[in-house]
């Protein structure tokens, strides 16, 4: 009997995906644990394996389809000994569910009182028409339809005249027509709406190109938005001098070349936070309204940025594993990281982070809390810099780190002792090994 194969839920909070890529096609032989097409979530795009062996029938979801639900049939596996026409009814089974949803939509606009909105709508076109930034702006604020304008510039384009010399009984007119059968409150909705495109215009004359988000970009933006608008920052800057940290890699990754392992400051930054945090139980936790969580563990979540956008591998309890324990599993996590093959418990949880743009130049900067997380550490450049050494103006090593921490659930004396404490770890490192 074929068997359907169904979007896979590939991460704990998954509830659809975009079907990136087919690495099968159809009459292709499978077997367990076959890689058969890559899932883009909201946090990675990630390989999907075969379970049954067989043959692929058909493919019902093409590649690059965007919010595919968890369970629905994206495909059907025949079985040996089976053919094409023993898919029959399949097909019919698994179109079934994508025929019912659209039916529901078309059901909704059946009552005569729903014409309004769609004749309404016209306004939402008026971020396509042709038009100058400033035509939009001034059709927005006299709430023109600017699909109903004739435009005088070049090529048809709209511009500050022909809005200005339009009267609102021009684009009102249709409204009226088209609401007359609904109240008056509905009426005037779409009005009320209209100013909405003037907020998300662009200036089409400038050449350009429109890129489609991933999911994991639509993910990044929602929740940084989240975490700015409803998470209070807090920042806390500290400098601190890297000598003593340097010359410890350096005499370490001689010992460690034997075993092919190099540290990098990254590395040691990531035991030394891990320390840091499990010594102040006070800025390991998360928030949760009425009640604080504290983590009696650190569990390190590392920023790192992938063609697909910013991902945090996580180093469990950071605290209690060796240097060299932390470099090869971050090298390990980010090139994994890099190549979309990440586990969803690898990057998923974390008690806090950190964010190195150092390799960059960057001096000093202020990074977005990664919810539920309660702080994050932003990491710049080690640069020589005029430094006061045992009460004499000298020249060290010095770099810039900022704590951003959840100021509902951190004090700023508590963000404070952490920092103090962090940078007394890196500025006498050999308590990092001990």
């Keep these: 009997m074929p068997i359907e194969i169904k979007m896979p839920a590939l991460s704990p909070t998954m509830e659809e995906g975009t079907l990136a890529k087919w690495l099968v096609k159809e009459g292709d032989t499978v077997k367990s644990g076959d890689i058969m097409a890559e899932i883009e979530t909201d946090k990675a795009t990630m390989e999907f394996e075969a379970v049954d062996e067989g043959t692929i029938g058909k493919v019902l979801v093409a590649e690059g389809t965007d919010n595919v639900k968890v369970g629905a049939v994206i495909a059907i596996l025949l079985e040996e000994g089976e053919d094409a026409s023993a898919i029959g009814s399949a097909p019919a089974k698994a179109a079934a569910p994508k025929e019912e949803a659209p039916k529901v939509e078309a059901a909704a606009p059946a009552p005569e009182a729903k014409p309004a909105p769609a004749a309404a709508a016209a306004p939402s076109h008026g971020s396509r028409v042709k038009a100058s930034p ?5 059709a927005a604020d006299k709430g023109l339809d600017l699909s109903g304008i004739a435009g005088s510039g070049p090529n048809g384009r709209i511009v500050k005249a022909d809005v200005e010399s339009a009267k609102p009984g021009q684009a009102s007119a249709p409204k009226a027509e088209a609401a007359a059968p609904a109240p008056t409150a509905t009426a005037s909705a779409p009005a009320a709406e209209a100013p909405k495109p003037a907020a998300v215009w662009f200036d089409d004359s400038i050449p350009h190109t429109v890129e489609k988000l991933s999911n994991i970009r639509k993910t ?3 929740r940084l938005t989240e975490s700015k608008q409803q998470v209070p920052h807090i920042y806390l800057t500290v400098d601190i001098r ?12 001689k010992s460690l070349d034997a075993r092919g392992v190099k540290l990098s400051v990254n590395d040691l930054l990531i035991k030394a936070l891990g320390v840091a945090l499990e010594n102040s139980p006070k800025c390991n936790v998360t928030f949760l309204g009425n009640e604080m969580v504290q983590y009696s563990r650190a569990d390190v979540s590392v920023a790192v940025s ?9 180093i469990r309890d950071a605290a209690n594993k060796g240097v060299a324990k932390i470099s090869s ?5 980010a090139g994994r990281a890099k190549e979309n093959k990440l586990k969803p418990e690898e990057y998923q949880g974390g008690t806090a982070s950190l964010s190195n743009m150092g390799m960059f130049g960057i001096k000093q900067f202020e990074a977005v809390i990664n919810p ?3 702080m994050i550490l932003a990491v710049g450049a080690g640069e020589k810099r005029p430094y006061i050494v045992d009460d004499a103006l000298g020249v060290a090593t010095v770099m810039t780190a900022t704590g951003s921490f959840d100021h509902r659930a951190i004090d700023g004396a508590d963000g ?3 920092l103090k404490l962090f940078k007394a770890l890196v500025e006498s490192p050999l308590g990092l090994i001990a």
């Design 134 to 138: 400033l035509a939009r702006r001034i």
């Design 220 to 222: 990044i933006a929602r």
């Design 242 to 253: 890297l000598d003593a940290l340097l010359k410890l890699r350096g005499d370490l990754n």
């Design 306 to 314: 992938t063609p697909t956008g910013l991902i945090t591998p996580i």
């Design 329 to 333: 599993e971050m090298k390990d996590l």
């Design 372 to 374: 539920p997380q309660g």
């Design 416 to 418: 404070a002792e952490m």
